[in-house]
């Protein structure tokens, strides 16, 4: 049996959903050695350097902080050998890790994947997983090799997918798994009880990074289909249509199977929503937003921006 705390530990993760892992190692009491993170970034409007989300983490802790910008190059490679960690913990990143960092740990490079392997290898598992209208997903903790998402898995914990449940909100309840299914990764190490089992390629399916385009909304799709699209891409990058020429995002989504009409046009605005017939059922859109401007309730929209029966959307 190994102790955590004999455990040298690095850790690379960059956004929030990296935060729960790592707080889950922090409590297990490894020797965090270090903290890898992509560099800070320009943010909001005065377009100020932020830090990471898990930067900010370490350093609240008093975790060394690493940010390289490229970690392929021989000297990062370099440092993080001198670290000498016996494991590698990865969660969302942000780089792809070279051959020459994979061969370092001695109980390998450990990444916390948000799907249930070998479904939706890939940047964006979660939106992916929401916008296909699966009824499940999860997180999977597999052993990294230099393909994408391809390694052995080791822990999978499954969650399942409300009908109504936006990607933000999945994220959020797949990060907490995400440490669960790390927490028993590490247990299973200690324990040298651990066991891999290979990917059936076969299977698998790729989850690129989601883009602004993805939202565009195209009315001639089933209800059920553009709910799903919906729900998949909020918060980030959002759906949306035009209005009159401007871009108008939508959320709050609800389907109706027994509702019909010309695919794009208004079939009724009130303080329920805003019913629109698709190429099969209608939307009833619960959320709206014009470019600069707060999302509004269906009901507060329509107060500033008449909408009736027979307008259309594209």
């Not at 494991?87 to 990143?93: D, E």
Request: charged fraction near 25%.
């Amino acid at each position: 049996m190994i102790a955590p705390e004999s455990i040298r530990t690095v850790f690379m993760g960059t956004p929030d959903f990296a935060l729960e892992t790592l707080q889950g190692l922090i409590d297990a009491g490894v020797d965090l050695r270090a903290v890898y993170t992509q560099p800070d970034r320009p943010k909001g409007r005065g377009k100020k350097l932020a830090p990471p989300p898990v930067k900010e983490l370490a350093l609240k802790h008093g975790i060394p902080v690493y940010q390289p910008l490229k970690l392929r190059d021989p000297s990062a490679v370099e440092e993080l050998k001198a670290l000498a960690p016996d494991l590698i913990v990865v969660v969302a990143y942000g780089q792809i890790l070279p051959k020459s960092v994979l061969d370092i740990p001695q109980y390998g490079c450990i990444n916390v994947h948000a799907s249930l392997l070998p479904k939706y290898r890939g940047a964006a598992p979660i939106n992916k997983s929401v916008v296909d209208g699966e009824a499940e997903t999860g997180v999977t903790t597999m052993l990294m090799d230099v393909g994408l998402d391809t390694g052995d898995m080791l822990i999978k914990r499954a969650a399942p997918i409300a009908p109504m449940e936006t990607a933000g909100q999945l994220h959020d309840r797949l990060a907490l798994l995400g440490r669960e299914a790390m927490d028993e990764t590490l247990r299973h190490i200690c324990a040298g009880t651990l066991v891999a089992q290979k990917q059936d390629d076969a299977l698998s399916n790729y989850a690129p990074m989601m883009k602004k385009d993805d939202g565009r909304i195209d009315w001639s799709r089933p209800a059920s289909e553009i709910h799903n699209q919906v729900r998949g891409l909020d918060p980030w990058p959002g759906a949306f249509c035009l209005l009159g020429g401007e871009v108008l995002k939508i959320a709050g989504t609800r389907p109706l199977v027994d509702e019909s009409g010309e695919a794009g046009t208004v079939l009724r605005a009130d303080g329920e929503g805003v019913l629109i017939a698709c190429g099969k059922g209608a939307l009833l859109i619960g959320e709206l937003q014009l470019p600069g401007k707060k999302r509004l309730s269906a009901s507060d929209f329509l107060r500033g921006r008449c909408l009736t029966a027979g307008q259309r959307l594209e």
